[in-house]
């Protein structure tokens, strides 16, 4: 199997978590046999510095080629008051390659409790996964910006409600058969489209349980929680926040991957975290979310399951060895946990041999 990657490291501690995902890319490809290519191009804020927009066309052009996108982080204090902003291209390049389902898994794997700053009780066993809409909503409606008013616009379809409804109870099969769908429906008219969607999208999964919960509940709910849930589908803007509140029950939102797919064309596969400037190029940040979408990125995006369980299994056995990052209160830097991790891919697929 041969496939090309294009990499985007963006900005901030994007290069340094990018870096680190192709080296375990690297690593697995070369233990499986797969013969992984890799190509670079300016995105975000580097793509503003480099041709004056956040997705310049050559680099959306070389993602249409690609057979999967790996993006590093995107944004920082350094483009602030700009024309443009470099989270535009981050909004384009989804839009562009119609990337309307984002996955977001969160696990607090075993043995792994305390990184969680909620006690270890409550956490224990928390496995769900946030599916999130992704070209729609409140990110893409019409836009109105002046200095006395200002407003943004919610519209949803039934296709675009349905689809991605669909990719929830797809999931929820392979899992433990459960749905939450999140809305305001006591308030948004979008919400109340949403829930009559969702309704009838679940008469074709009579073997998936369907729950609706309102977005606020919901929040609240996740905190002393998190183990009811499974499969949590909800619409752009509050699958935006409810995934960084459940990132960090997880401990870090370090830790998590995502992945971004559409109709069938290259997929998209991110860290959750954003760039985090105060500690860029410093060899701080923690790999692990970066090395856990390079996993997201074999599995959704090339098919090879067994290469992701390669990554992932070493990136949980280097997240119990240690050392770790500082944002898991260790002392490793970036590179080397990274390091330690692709070590533990090869030696594992050999010994697997
Ligand atoms: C995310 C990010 C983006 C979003 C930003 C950078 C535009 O927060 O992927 O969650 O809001 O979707
Ligand atoms: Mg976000």
Redesign the pocket.
């Known amino acids: 199997m041969s496939a090309r990657i294009l990499l985007l490291p963006g900005d901030g501690i994007g290069p340094e978590v990018t870096k680190a995902a192709r080296l375990c890319l690297e690593a697995v490809g070369a233990a499986c046999g797969l013969s992984l290519s890799f190509e670079e191009a300016p995105f975000g804020g580097a793509g503003i510095d480099a041709c004056g927009e956040p997705l310049p066309a050559e680099t959306l052009a070389k993602a249409r080629a690609s057979d999967a996108v790996f993006l590093g982080a ?2 920082g204090p350094a483009w602030d008051g700009g024309a443009v902003r470099p ?1 535009a291209g ?2 384009g390049l989804r839009k562009a390659l119609g990337l309307f389902a ?1 996955l977001r898994p969160v696990k607090v794997m075993a043995g792994l409790e305390d990184f969680s700053p909620l006690r270890a009780e409550r956490v224990r066993g928390a496995d769900l996964l946030i599916v999130r809409e ?1 070209t729609g909503g409140l ?1 893409f409606g019409a836009r109105e910006e002046g200095r006395e008013r200002a407003s943004d616009t919610c519209v949803y379809t039934r296709d675009e409600v349905s689809r991605i409804a669909s990719v929830a109870f797809e999931a929820a099969r392979g899992r433990s058969g459960r749905v939450t769908s999140v809305d305001k429906a006591n308030v948004l008219a979008t919400s109340r489209l949403w829930r009559a969607v969702v309704e009838d999208v679940a008469k074709d999964y009579p073997d998936v349980a369907l729950d609706h919960q309102l977005v606020d509940s919901c929040a609240m709910a996740l905190v002393p929680h998190p183990a009811r849930f499974d499969v949590i589908l909800t619409e ?1 803007l509050f699958g ?1 926040i409810l ?2 509140e459940a990132a960090v029950i997880a401990g870090s939102i370090g830790l998590l991957g ?1 992945a971004s797919l559409g109709a069938g064309g290259p997929g998209l596969f ?1 860290p ?1 975290h ?1 760039s985090a400037p105060d500690i860029a190029g410093q060899d701080k940040a923690n790999p692990a979310g970066a090395i856990a979408s390079a996993a997201l990125l074999l599995r959704h995006g090339l098919r090879e399951a067994r290469a992701a369980e390669l990554i992932e299994a070493a990136l949980e056995a280097e997240l119990r060895a240690g050392p770790l990052t500082a944002d898991l209160g260790g002392s490793s830097g970036c590179a080397a946990f990274a390091g330690r991790v692709a070590a533990r891919i090869a030696k594992d697929a050999a010994r697997a041999a």
């Open positions: 995107v944004g989270e981050l909004l984002n992704l990110y752009n935006d995934s960084d995502s991110e959750i954003g």
